[in-house]
Every structure is written in C-alpha cells, then in structure tokens.
Nanobody
C-alpha cells in the first residue's frame, strides 16, 4: 500500500557529508511518523533517527547524535537525513521506514513499511 524510495547514498571520505532523502507514495504522508535505520554486513539493524508526523518530535541514536539531522517536508512527501562528520563506521545500507507509533521507536519490529535501502560508504 505504501511505497518508500531512498536516494542520495554514495561514497564519501571520512569527515564529509551526505544527504539522504526518502520519498513516500500516497496522500497520507503527513500522518506518518518517519524513521531511518541502517545495517552493515554482519551487524544487526541499528536505529538512526525518527521524526513525528508533525516534525516537532525527533529522536536520534547515540552514535549519530550531534552529527545527523532528520527533517521532513510534508508538502513533498519526503523525509531527509543530513549526515555530517561522517565516519567509516557509518558505512551501511540506510533504510527509510514507517513505525506504527513513536512508542518503541528504536526497535525495528515497530516499523511496518520499509524502503529498499541506499548504500552509504565512508572511506578512511
């Protein structure tokens, strides 16, 4: 029913920046909380950030606080993840996802819909 498409991934040197975007289908985007997860080979899926449908409430994973910023544009059905001061350990596939609510926002099982992912590679 809902389709999510991530874009903006790529190769960047440590200390650099990237901006990821997620486009959602449908007319109900403004009612969705939106989140980002990432997963590196051999590692479990890790919570990155989430934003409430209003854009007022935001939460970040400890490993990205102060470096990443989540935002949204409901008029364009998009959510953005600005990533600064990138580190090699940020290398992963990044996924856009929609949770049922903000309760349990850091748990992957809370999320009902997922995009296909976009690769971010940070070189040293």
């Amino acid at each position: 029913q809902v389709q999510l498409v991530e874009s903006g991934g790529g190769l960047v040197q440590a200390g650099g920046s990237l901006r990821l975007s997620c486009a959602a289908s449908g007319r109900t985007f403004s009612t969705y909380n939106m989140g980002w997860f990432r997963q590196a080979p051999g590692k479990e899926r890790e919570f990155v950030a989430v934003i409430s449908y209003s854009g007022i409430v935001k939460y970040y994973g400890d490993s990205v606080k102060g470096r990443f910023t989540i935002s949204r544009d409901n008029a364009k059905n998009t959510v953005r993840l600005q990533m600064n001061s990138l580190k090699p350990e940020d290398t992963a596939v990044y996924y856009c996802a929609i949770p049922q609510t903000l309760n349990g926002y850091s748990l992957a099982r809370t999320y009902d819909y997922w995009g296909q992912g976009t690769q971010v590679t940070v070189s040293s």
